[in-house]
């Protein structure tokens, strides 16, 4: 007989544990066999449209020090604001991008991806929202995962129009700017202290 539902409880949070790499990254990890490539190392194939970047950044704690056992995914359309998605409806995305990376922090707390600049996307009521692109961090000790997003140091004009950059504490927006330098975005993500990362309840 097929349960209903309204039966089903909430499986209570857990922290991510010391094993973080090895069940999201188990190639990182020596672990080999398990699949050819880990789970989001490559967003990008030949014959990607857009401009190519690499977003690099470091994760720190409270105290400045690099976390380096955590993994940070990231989210985000192509060059034409299209997301790779079944969702997707306004058009058919960059089918040599996939819009979704992962990579497990190093021992200075360094992570890297390379990808695409993404275009702007409809946001609420009617709203556009500036290139940004989504991470979710997660690390032992972190309950559940943090969410926040990176937006381009080169897009000033767009990102004073973000209707989510306009409901930021306006001192706290630089956390959320990346860094552009040529063809690389540099973007630190801090959990606490001064200067921590705006995240987002979603």
């Given at each position: ?14 922290t991510a544990g010391p094993y973080v790499h090895i069940g999201l990254t ?177």
């Amino acid at each position: 007989m097929v349960q209903h539902l309204d039966r089903l409880r909430e499986t209570p949070s857990q922290t991510a544990g010391p094993y973080v790499h090895i069940g999201l990254t188990p190639n990182v990890c020596g672990i080999t066999g398990v699949t050819p490539e880990d789970l989001g190392a490559r967003m990008v194939a030949d014959g990607v449209r857009g401009e190519r970047i690499t977003i690099r950044g470091r994760v720190l704690d409270g105290a400045g020090r690099p976390v380096n056992d955590c993994v940070v995914e990231i989210w985000q359309a192509d060059a034409a604001g299209l997301y790779n998605s079944p969702m997707e409806h306004r058009g058919a995305a960059d089918p040599n991008f996939t819009g979704f990376g992962r990579c497990a922090a190093d021992e200075e707390g360094v992570f890297s991806f390379d990808t695409v600049k993404p275009g702007p996307v409809p946001g609420p009521r009617g709203a556009t929202m500036a290139p940004h692109v989504s991470f979710w961090i997660v690390a032992r000790g972190i309950n559940i995962g943090l969410h926040t997003r990176m937006y381009f140091s080169d897009e000033e004009a767009a990102n004073r129009d973000d209707p989510v950059l306009r409901r930021v504490v306006p001192a706290r927006v630089p956390t959320l700017i990346g860094r552009r330098e040529g063809d690389t975005v540099h973007f630190d993500i801090r959990l606490q202290g001064e200067d921590e990362t705006v995240f987002f309840d979603v």
